[in-house]
Structure formats: structure tokens, C-alpha cells
């Protein structure tokens, strides 16, 4: 079993920038693929970045490609999501996701076996 808890969500102007990390307990990180989604009021949970067990693969939704960066430390157990020049439209629920052991980075949020309780990111315009 994998617990997860992210961290690092606030209330942001647009054009600044956030970290969010997303740390483990209950097994090491270094075997799972883990994404980032987020959801928004009235609307579908969406994915964000994702990345392979060594951080060495990754992927992007189109609309944070060139603005946000996900990476992990496997040694610290943690995912993180740095996200620069925010905007308004970025503002949502901010998930980090595990993927079962030995499995490859999907975008796609019905892989995914492990999740956090979110953390909210709010962008003011």
C-alpha cells in the first residue's frame, strides 16, 4: 500500500510559480510511474505530467507543456510538479497519482492505483 500527500498548493498571482510535492510513505517511490492531474470545479479530473520510475520519461497535457516541469527524487521519495507562468485557468484540485509497480508512465488517470487528497492550487488574475 502507497500513501500519498501533497503539498506545496496556495494562492498565486498569474505569472507566478508553485512547487507542489507529492511524498510517499509505506513503500519507495523508485518502482512506480506517478502523475499529476487536477480537477476543477464542475469539471473532469484531468492529467498534467507524468513521468517513469527514474524521472527519465515524461509527459505533458498541451495546455501546461513549456510552463510546467514534473520530477522526482527517488531517494526522498518525492514527486514534484513545478509550475511557472500560472495562469487563472490553472486553478484546481492538484492530484498526485502512483502507478502499480514496474509499469510505464500513462496520461491516463484510470492506470493509476494510488492517490493523494489534493492540494488546492488558486491562481488570481
Known amino acids: 500500500q502507497v500513501q500519498l500527500v501533497e503539498s506545496g498548493g496556495g494562492l498565486v498571482q498569474a505569472g507566478g510559480s508553485l512547487r507542489l510535492s507529492c511524498t510517499a510513505s509505506g513503500r519507495t517511490l523508485s518502482n512506480y510511474a506517478m502523475g499529476w492531474f487536477r480537477q476543477a470545479p464542475g469539471k473532469e479530473r484531468e492529467s498534467v505530467a507524468a513521468t517513469n520510475w527514474s524521472g527519465g520519461i515524461t509527459y505533458y497535457a498541451d495546455s501546461v507543456k513549456g510552463r510546467f516541469t514534473i520530477s522526482r527524487d527517488n531517494a526522498k521519495n518525492t514527486v514534484y510538479l513545478q509550475m511557472n507562468s500560472l495562469k487563472p485557468e490553472d486553478t484546481a484540485v492538484y492530484f498526485c497519482?502512483?502507478?502499480?509497480?514496474?509499469?510505464?508512465?500513462?496520461?491516463?488517470?484510470?492506470?493509476?492505483?494510488?492517490w493523494g487528497q489534493g492540494t488546492q492550487v488558486t491562481v488570481s488574475s
Open positions: 497519482a502512483a502507478r502499480a509497480r514496474y509499469t510505464q508512465a500513462t496520461m491516463s488517470r484510470y492506470e493509476y492505483d494510488y
